[in-house]
Structures are given as structure tokens and as C-alpha cells.
């Protein structure tokens, strides 16, 4: 069993900051690439951020230079570090990852609950 949990959103003003973590554990044999989406009411959920076992990201335009992906690969933890958030900011963040459990020979995308960030203006 393979479990993803969240943490660290919450209410933060325009041009705050929030840090969230996700933790993967488990019958984990290795973890590839770890993302962080998000999604509002209505709409698709979206990519923000990816991270490689190697340390290689990618962003979305909309949060360049204002978030950061990192990840301890020792810990199974990715971290996205948001500063200057904006009231679109505003969304459930979910944290993504492709592991390679120790009973399954091939590599599944597990998902977390999903952790709410507001910013108010």
C-alpha cells in the first residue's frame, strides 16, 4: 500500500507565502518524477510544478519565479515553496507522484488528498 499525504495550505494574504509537503510511504522500491497540480471549482486539473529523481524541473508559466519545487529523496518528501501568492493562486493543491511499489513490477501514478490554499486580497 502506497499512501501520499499533503500538508502545509491553508489562508494567506496577497504577497504571503505557504510552503507545502507531501510525504510518500509504503512498500515503495523507488519514486521517478513528483509533481504538484491544482484544481478549482469547475475546471481541469492543472500541472504547477514537476520534479525528476534527478533533481530536473519544469513550471508552469503562471507561478515561474514565484514557486519552487524541491525533493529529499532520502525522506520520500517534495516541497513546493510559494512566495508572492496571488489571489488566483487560490486553489486545492494535490501532489502527484510515480512510484515503483515493491509488489508491482511497473510504475503507477498515486495521488495525495489534496490540501486547500486560499489567498485573500
Known amino acids: 500500500q502506497v499512501q501520499l499525504v499533503e500538508s502545509g495550505g491553508g489562508l494567506v494574504q496577497a504577497g504571503g507565502s505557504l510552503r507545502l509537503s507531501c510525504v510518500a510511504s509504503g512498500s515503495i522500491f523507488s519514486i521517478d518524477a513528483m509533481s504538484w497540480y491544482l484544481q478549482v471549482p469547475g475546471k481541469q486539473r492543472e500541472l504547477v510544478a514537476s520534479?525528476?529523481?534527478?533533481?530536473?524541473?519544469n513550471y508552469a508559466d503562471s507561478v515561474k519565479g514565484r514557486f519552487t519545487i524541491s525533493r529529499d529523496n532520502a525522506k520520500n518528501t517534495v516541497y513546493l515553496q510559494m512566495n508572492s501568492l496571488k489571489p488566483g493562486d487560490t486553489a486545492v493543491y494535490y501532489c502527484n507522484a510515480r512510484i515503483r511499489p515493491r509488489t508491482i513490477p511497473l510504475p503507477h501514478d498515486y495521488w495525495g488528498q489534496g490540501t486547500q490554499v486560499t489567498v485573500s486580497s
Open positions: 520534479i525528476t529523481s534527478y533533481g530536473s524541473t
